[in-house]
């Protein structure tokens, strides 16, 4: 167990030396790989649908906060869709409109959540990202994944329709915007997966903020146990059907990628808890300090007595 805390310390202090050049390229990756996801999934728009769009747009995105990545999607998105169908187009404008109201209401780092939320779905692991908002951000951050689950569900309905949406019109464009707008919010399946991920991160939230030990953890595994009650329930009473294997295999590997963000994280020692007690003129201060976990990494000394001998080798661990 050392070996993981001092590879952990590691990996924190490369990170510390060369952050100024992992984030961009971390932004870069996670722009080619939206933005890959967008040209793959609908590419109606054929100029668009290059590797070199997505190479520019992601190193664009490389140096700009990752708002502006949501926003360059956000048009990626409305371009595709607009060689598609006109009343679709106007019915996601509406939606991105709605969503960047809300916008001023959210933490700036929940916009980086508007992103990963599609493209966690779209790996089929989307129970990690209610998780991981929780653990993280605050309650504000159910509403950008709500969205970002929104969005997926929205491009699944244009990818399985585009011959339907692409041909020709045998409706009024009043009677398609109905028909559309009919068949998007009587989407069970969407709805129930938004209302899990929600009470998956308020729960997670809440628990996570409580004053008992292993508190994260706990916050982990019961954010996945809500996540899966709230689909149970939608089963139930809305005849929404998940295959059992992929809702499985989805909570087992969002169990893992949270496991691990939490060894990263928020390890702490419990062993080492104390307790302090001080008073102003006011109030009286109880505080539990709970220490971090620290390991200090071993000092490699190597000492050679001569050109025949052998090295001798002092770890101070």
């Keep these: 167990m050392i070996g993981l805390w001092v590879f952990r310390e590691k990996l924190r202090g490369f990170y510390a030396r060369f952050d100024v050049f992992i984030d961009p390229l971390v932004r870069f ?180 903020r409580l004053p008992v030990n292993f508190s994260w953890a706990i916050a982990i595994v019961a954010g996945a146990l809500a996540q899966l009650a709230v689909i149970f329930i939608g089963d139930f009473l809305f005849d929404v059907s998940v295959p059992m294997g992929q809702l499985l295999a989805g909570l087992i590997l969002s169990l893992a990628i949270a496991a691990v963000y939490h060894f990263f994280v928020f390890a702490v020692d419990y062993t080492r808890t104390e307790y302090v007690q001080f008073e102003d003129d006011d109030y009286y201060y109880y505080v539990k300090a709970v220490p971090k976990i620290a390991v200090s990494l071993p000092d490699i000394k190597v000492q050679r007595f001569g050109d025949g001998q052998a090295d001798y080798r002092d770890r101070d661990e």
Excluded: W
């Design 29 to 208: 990756f996670l722009g080619f790989i939206t933005f890959h996801m967008l040209n793959s999934n609908l590419g109606a728009m054929a100029k668009l649908n290059h590797i070199m769009v997505e190479l520019v747009l992601a190193l664009v995105c490389s140096v700009l906060p990752y708002g502006v990545m949501a926003f360059l999607a956000g048009v990626l998105l409305l371009a595709h869709v607009s060689s598609i169908s006109l009343e679709m187009t106007l019915i996601l404008f509406l939606l991105l409109m709605f969503i960047l109201v809300l916008y001023g209401g959210l933490q700036p780092k929940d916009s980086v959540l508007l992103i990963l939320t599609p493209l966690f779905f779209h790996l089929r692991i989307p129970y990690a990202i209610p998780i991981l908002a929780g653990l993280s951000c605050g309650l504000s951050s159910a509403i950008a994944v709500c969205c970002g689950a929104a969005l997926f569900y929205v491009m699944q309905y244009v990818k399985q329709n585009i011959g339907t949406l692409s041909g020709e019109a045998t409706l009024g464009m009043a009677e398609q915007l109905i028909q559309i707008i009919r068949t998007l919010f009587s989407n069970r399946l969407m709805m129930v997966m938004m209302a899990a991920c929600a009470v998956g991160i308020v729960t997670v939230y809440l628990i996570r």
